[in-house]
């Protein structure tokens, strides 16, 4: 099935610093979503794109919904130690199911 | 309002024995998902449920694994017999309706270790 290569696997920061993480699909995708999960927690969501070159923020995260829409970013700006996780990026494949398919997460650890 | 309740959070078993894992989506919500979520990776839809309905399964090792949502509001997932690659995070999720997919309200898991 459709697999989202999603980069980079961790990242180690110190904080105040930015974060940029990234998803790339093999086929263009209708909805991209970008997803944080705390240890012991399922996946909460961040932030929900639907067209092609929507920037949207939350806060201190903005994502874009690629031109080809075949990827995604995600930046974090000026980052804390509670932003320490992992983020997922997620997608709903053009003319494919319903179903969500999930990235394989980037690991962010911020040190203070 | 409360979320999704799942338990138990965690499960031991030996390979071979029978389990079952258990969820109560958040009230009202018509859609009910089961992903299986295997450690370093993102979560995979397992079975989808619209009110008693399966709409997908298509991800589901049916020789192994059941689901079922008979009233349509909790549901219950089981693996048997378990095998050590089912050794993983099973997480429950729901939203209002299918139109509402991104909105997937996600519950803690449960951690099955397969020894």
């Known amino acids: 099935g459709q697999q989202l290569n999603q980069s980079p696997q961790s990242m180690f920061i110190q904080e105040g610093e930015d974060v940029s993480m990234n998803c790339t699909s093999s086929s263009i995708f209708n909805t991209w979503l970008w997803y944080k999960q705390d240890p012991g927690e399922g996946p909460v969501l961040l932030i929900a794109l639907y067209k092609a070159g929507e920037l949207t923020s939350n806060g201190r995260l903005t994502a874009q919904f690629g031109i080809t829409r075949k990827d995604s970013f995600l930046n974090i700006s000026a980052s804390i130690p509670s932003d320490v996780g992992i983020y997922f990026c997620a997608g709903r494949e053009q003319g494919g199911s319903e179903k969500l398919v999930f990235g394989k997460g980037t690991k962010l650890t911020v040190n203070p | 309002e409360a979320g999704v309740a799942q338990s138990p959070r965690y499960k031991i078993i030996e390979k071979r024995q029978s389990v079952a894992f258990w969820c109560n989506p958040i009230?009202?919500?018509?859609?009910l998902y089961w992903y299986q979520q295997i450690l370093g990776q993102g979560p995979k839809l397992l079975i989808q449920?619209?009110?008693?309905?399966?709409?997908?399964d298509s991800q589901l090792p049916k020789d192994r694994f059941s689901a079922e949502r008979l009233k349509g509001v909790d549901s219950t997932l089981k693996i048997q017999p378990a095998k050590l690659e089912d050794s993983a995070v099973y997480l429950c999720?729901?939203?209002?309706?299918?139109?509402?997919?991104?909105?997937?309200?996600f519950g803690p898991g449960t951690r099955l270790t397969v020894l």
């Open positions: 999720a729901s939203s209002s309706d299918l139109r509402s997919y991104n909105e997937q309200f």
């Open positions: 449920f619209q009110n008693n309905g399966v709409v997908d």
């Open positions: 009230s009202g919500h018509a859609t």
